[in-house]
């Protein structure tokens, strides 16, 4: 069986799979305060798969981009229930689970809000048994998305498509991509497991090191926090009066 935690964002997913099938799936609504619900409901979720932590063969987990806070609680989490049981642990990207729901339509982007009038996007292909990256993760200017997907066949566009500005969302149809409906935009841990699942098995035929201390985030940007530049010096008062 495999755990799979997802919490960069406002709402959380915790799944429990095996060989990549999802068992139970829990997702709510953490907003920024995902670290005292995380390991709550991992619990109730091996509770309702009536599955013991024991029966655990691999932790899978969501390396952003996304919120600062969130990646840090879910990495955590997923570092420490594998460090102990002695499991591998593999991270996959936000954008790549948001986009692997729509495997099957061949070319799919996924587009997330980083603030700052920024968006990460990248580009994937599929179906499933052939799916790859293709361009990014990488940040972007709204008026720079169609670019930023490259040339070639447009397909289907899935993420933080309501928060693009209309002038966005107007040249990524005239492109000829295909907007995803809310519902299927849902960021879902049953995807990361299924998603999880099989570069499991493609890193374990490569004999990778999945220790779990290699767990890497995506920030795409440095956060903002941790120490900061010092304020600009205040001007002498009779400097201030010099200039009056």
Not at 5 to 29: F, H, K, M, T, Y
Not at 31 to 39: A, N, Q
Request: glycine share 12%; charged share 20%.
């Amino acid at each position: 069986m495999e755990l799979s935690i997802d919490s960069v964002g406002l709402q959380s997913s915790v799944a429990v799979s095996d060989a990549g099938r999802p068992l139970v799936e829990i997702n709510w609504p953490t907003g920024r305060r995902h670290t005292p619900s995380l390991v709550p409901t991992v619990d109730e979720a091996m509770r309702r798969a009536g599955a013991e932590r024991s029966q655990l063969t691999a932790v899978f987990v969501d390396v952003g981009p996304g919120a600062y806070g969130g990646i840090r609680a879910g990495m955590a989490a997923a570092t420490a229930i594998a460090l102990a049981l002695g499991l591998p642990a593999l991270g996959v990207g936000r954008l790549e689970i948001e986009a692997y729901a729509h495997a099957a339509a061949g070319v799919v982007a996924a587009v997330h809000s980083a603030g700052r009038r920024q968006w990460a996007v990248a580009r994937y292909r599929g179906p499933a048994a052939e799916w790859r990256e293709e361009a990014g993760p990488r940040l972007v200017a709204a008026d720079d998305l169609v670019a930023a997907l490259g040339g070639g066949p447009a397909g289907v566009c899935c993420g933080d498509l309501d928060d693009l500005p209309d002038a966005a969302r107007a040249a990524l149809r005239d492109a000829g991509w295909t907007p995803a409906g809310p519902g299927a935009n849902m960021r879902r841990a049953a995807l990361l497991a299924e998603l999880g699942w099989r570069r499991l098995e493609a890193a374990r035929a490569r004999g990778d090191d999945l220790h779990p201390a290699r767990l890497q985030p995506i920030y795409l940007r440095e956060p903002a926090i941790g120490p900061q530049p010092p304020p600009p010096a205040e001007e002498p008062q009779a400097m201030k009066e010099t200039s009056r």
